[in-house]
């Protein structure tokens, strides 16, 4: 599976991003899908994952501002991001795995990986 993340950019806090992961190949909707993301000198944080049924699952950090779905049609999944704050700044990733278990948490846990698209929040 290739993955390619896409639509981050620099908006003002409180504002909205939706950021978009598109997937090669006809396996998309057995894969688990999860958002990472990397702030400066920080490690890799998981932020959200949503499983082949559409469960979802979030940080809770993020939780009750960021929403994750995915189209299986359309092998995307986005993460909607609302009332953004300055340390929701980083880098972030998409990534696939093939279980929903308490590994999807943890970054070395997923087996592929999207390029990462940055994500500014100015205050």
């Known amino acids: 599976v290739q993955l390619q993340a896409s639509g981050g950019g620099l908006v003002q806090a409180g504002g909205s991003l939706r950021l978009s992961c598109a997937a090669s190949?006809?396996?998309?909707?057995?894969?688990?899908m999860g958002w990472f993301r990397q702030a400066p000198g920080k490690e890799r944080e998981f932020v959200s994952a949503i499983s082949r049924g559409s469960g979802t699952d979030y940080a809770d950090s993020v939780k009750g501002r960021f929403t994750v779905s995915r189209d299986n049609a359309k092998n995307t999944v986005y993460l909607q991001m609302n009332s953004l704050k300055a340390e929701d700044t980083a880098v972030y990733y998409c990534?696939?795995?093939?279980?929903?278990?308490?590994?999807?948490?943890?970054?070395?846990?997923?087996?592929?990986w999207g390029q990462g698209t940055q994500v500014t929040v100015s205050s």
């Open positions: 190949g006809r396996t998309f909707s057995t894969y688990v």
């Open positions: 990534a696939a795995r093939p279980t929903w278990s308490s590994g999807r948490y943890y970054s070395g846990q997923y087996d592929y």
